[in-house]
C-alpha cells in the first residue's frame, strides 16, 4: 500500500516543522527541552494538523527509550498493561517512551494506570489531545506533566509545505505536471492551518487533474472544491465551537457588526443554528438591555423566524438580529443588577419580607397587625413612598441607570416623581 503523502514527507527535525514557531523557534522551551535529551512528560494540546505526532516522533528519535504509539480511539487497558510488562526487559531495556494521540478519550481508570511508572521513570508519556487537556485529563496525570499548546498554522507557514508537496508529485507525475497561478495559495488558505490536510489536498487534485495537450493542469477551481469548508474549524460541543460562540459574543457587545457577521457565517456554514440563537438571544438583554429594550422582542422574532425557515434562508433574520444587536446603543446595567442582588441573597442577606408586601392571607387569620400596604394607583402619578425590601438591606441599591438615552430618559423621570414637583 502507498503511504500517504504526508507521512512520507512528515519532518525529521525541528527546522523542518511547519508553524509553532513560539515552541520550537530559536530558543523557543519545547526546542531547548528536546535538545536537552528530556525525558519529561508532555501534553500537546491544539488543532489538528498542526505538528503534534511530528514534533512527538522527533522527541522519540532522540531518545534511547523504545516507542509505542497508541490511539486512544481505539486502544484498551489491556494494551497498555502489555506495553508496560515489557518495562524492564530485553524489550525495552532503557524504559519506554508512549505517545498517546486523542488521550482525551481515555477514562479516568486508564490514565490512572499510568501514574505509578509515570512516577518511578518507567514511562515517559506524550500525549496530544484537540480538546482542552484541563477539561478532559485527570488532575494527577495533569500535575506530573507540562501542556505545551499547539497553534493553528497560518496560510503563509503551510504554503512551503504545499509547495514542497506539489513538486514532489511533479517529479513523480509520468505527464508534465503544471498548475494556474494561485493554485498553492488557494490550498494554504483553504485548509484552515492543517498541515496534513494540505497535503492530502495535494495528493487528491493531482489524481483528479485534467489532461490537456498531454500534460496534467490543476486549477483553482478544483482546488477550492476539493478544500471547501475545510477552512473553517468547527466541532460541535468542543473548543472550537465555544472559541465561536465566545467571539460572536464579543463582537456583538464591541460594536462590530463585520466581525459579528463572520462568526455567525461559521456557524451557518456548520449547520448549527442552536448555538448563535442562543448568543443572540443573550445578548440582547445582557449587551444591549434596557438601552434599547426593544431588541430582545426584535431578536426573538428573528430567531423564531430562522427556526421556523431552517437553512439556508434562516441566515437572514439572524443576520439582521446580529447587525442589530452589534449597531444598537449598549448597556449592561441588567447584568450588574441582578449580579448584585443574587449576591446578597447568596451571601445570606436577605431578611424577612416586610409586612405590608406579606400576602393577604395573613389579615385574615385574627393577627391585630394589619398589612398597612400602600396600592400605589391610588396615590398621584401611580406612586407611594413605602419600603419594598427587608429590613436588613433595605438600602441596598443595585440597579444604576446606564449612561443611554432611553435608562436616563427614565431615571429623570423618576427623579421628578419621587423628589421633585410631581412627588
Known amino acids: 500500500m502507498d503511504r500517504p503523502l504526508a507521512d512520507e514527507i512528515r519532518p525529521q527535525t525541528l527546522d523542518e516543522v511547519v508553524g509553532q514557531r513560539h515552541l520550537i523557534g530559536p530558543g523557543g522551551i519545547l526546542r531547548r527541552l528536546i535538545e536537552s535529551g528530556t525525558n519529561a512528560n508532555m501534553i500537546f494540546y491544539g488543532p489538528s494538523g498542526t505538528g503534534k505526532t511530528t514534533i512527538a516522533n522527533i522527541i522519540a528519535s532522540r531518545t534511547n527509550k523504545t516507542l509505542h504509539k497508541l490511539n ?7 494494551d497498555v498493561k502489555e506495553i508496560i510488562a515489557a518495562v524492564g526487559t530485553l524489550l525495552a531495556p532503557g524504559g519506554v517512551l508512549l505517545y498517546l ?8 481508570k486508564q490514565q490512572q494506570s499510568l501514574l505509578e511508572f509515570m512516577e518511578n521513570g518507567s514511562i515517559t508519556l506524550i500525549a496530544s489531545t484537540t480538546e482542552n487537556p484541563y477539561f478532559y485529563v485527570y488532575g494527577a496525570l495533569l500535575s506530573r506533566s507540562t501542556v505545551f499548546e499547539f497553534k493553528q498554522v497560518t496560510p503563509e507557514e503551510t504554503l512551503p509545505a504545499v509547495l514542497r508537496s506539489l513538486r514532489i508529485l511533479q517529479a513523480r507525475s509520468e505527464l508534465p505536471l503544471t498548475w494556474e497561478d494561485g493554485v498553492p495559495e488557494q490550498i494554504a488558505m483553504s485548509c484552515g492551518g492543517d498541515v496534513r490536510k494540505s497535503i492530502n489536498a495535494c495528493e487528491l487534485l493531482y489524481a483528479a487533474a485534467e489532461v490537456r495537450q498531454g500534460s496534467l493542469y490543476l486549477t483553482r477551481e478544483d482546488a477550492l ?3 471547501q469548508k475545510s477552512a473553517m474549524r468547527y466541532d460541535k460541543g468542543g473548543d472550537a ?12 457587545r464591541g460594536s462590530d457588526p463585520d466581525a459579528a457577521l463572520h462568526y455567525l457565517a461559521r456557524f451557518l456554514e456548520a449547520g448549527d443554528l ?7 438571544l443573550c445578548s440582547a438583554s445582557e449587551d444591549v438591555g434596557l438601552a ?17 425557515l431552517g437553512l439556508p434562508e434562516a441566515q437572514l433574520p439572524l443576520a439582521q438580529a446580529a447587525i442589530l444587536l452589534a449597531t ?28 405590608q408586601l406579606q400576602n393577604v392571607h395573613a389579615d ?10 400602600k396600592y400605589p394607583h391610588s396615590y398621584p402619578n401611580h406612586w407611594v413612598e413605602q419600603q419594598y425590601l427587608p429590613d436588613a438591606i433595605k438600602n441596598a441599591r443595585y440597579y444604576h441607570p446606564g449612561d443611554n438615552k432611553n435608562e436616563q430618559a427614565a431615571a429623570r423621570y423618576w427623579e421628578t416623581v419621587k423628589h421633585g414637583d410631581g412627588a
Open 364 to 373: 385574615t387569620t385574627g393577627m391585630d397587625n394589619k398589612q398597612n400596604y
Open 225 to 227: 472544491q476539493l478544500a
Open 101 to 108: 494521540d486523542e488521550i482525551q478519550y481515555f477514562n479516568k
Open 328 to 355: 444598537a446603543p449598549k448597556s449592561n446595567s441588567v447584568v450588574e443588577a441582578i449580579g448584585a442582588a443574587r449576591a446578597d441573597v447568596k451571601a445570606g442577606r436577605t431578611g424577612d419580607v416586610p409586612r
Open 72 to 78: 486512544a480511539t481505539t486502544a484498551s487497558l489491556s
Open 274 to 280: 442552536i448555538t448563535p440563537c442562543r448568543r443572540l
Open 292 to 308: 434599547y429594550p426593544q431588541a430582545v422582542a426584535i431578536v426573538k422574532a428573528c430567531v423564531d423566524t430562522a427556526m421556523q
Open 241 to 252: 465551537m465555544y472559541d465561536c460562540a465566545s467571539a460572536l459574543m464579543k463582537s456583538l
